[in-house]
């Protein structure tokens, strides 16, 4: 079992002059379920190198036991560090796909041209594509086989309106999850603020925010182990 997981290379908060990048939990949760799961995995980033992590996500009321794991976790953070550039990658070699969220991905990973070519590639090859939070809004470009956007028709989550609006940047970030998902046509579903909620349809699989992350990681796996067994 390979799975890819794709970070986000962008650490700017719009002209805020804050940082921002991956969000830690939605890293660390996943890769230690993945991990748990007997997969390899691999971490790409559009530059490659050490991606940035949104400094938040690391503030102590953020921490988890899966991100005190990570600080504890030599061998993880060595492969954090040492992400591959997404541009050298092959769908052909993985059997998913998870991207992590945090708000950097919306700037970056949503008109990457190499990130939409992988998503397209891999679902077309029948392998499932998990986003969670902010990371469904990469979505935003990626088409089905028929030229239509790859959510029209399909149930799909991610970061709510009023959850950004929660965190006050409504009026900073490129675009809103929500909207572009049901701009694009998707059918959009959210549980409440905060709460964990993760849908899955077909191959397509996201969660609604940092604490979806376990769940969107948990389907996932689920399916490719169903998917071996058959």
Known sequence: MNILMVLTSHDELGNTGRKTGFWLEEFAAPYYAFLAAGANVTVASPKGGQPPLDPKSDEPHFQTDQTRRFHADLEAQAVLASTVKLASISQEDYDAVFYPGGHGPLWDLAEDRNSIALIEDTYRAGKPVALVCHAPGVLRHVKAADGTPLVKGKNVTGFKNTEEDGVGLTDVVP??????????GGIYSSGDDWASYAVQDGLLI???????SVETARILVTMLKVGKAA
């Open 175 to 184: 675009f809103l999850v929500e909207d572009v998902l049901k701009d694009n």
């Open 206 to 212: 996201t969660g609604q925010n940092p604490g979806s």
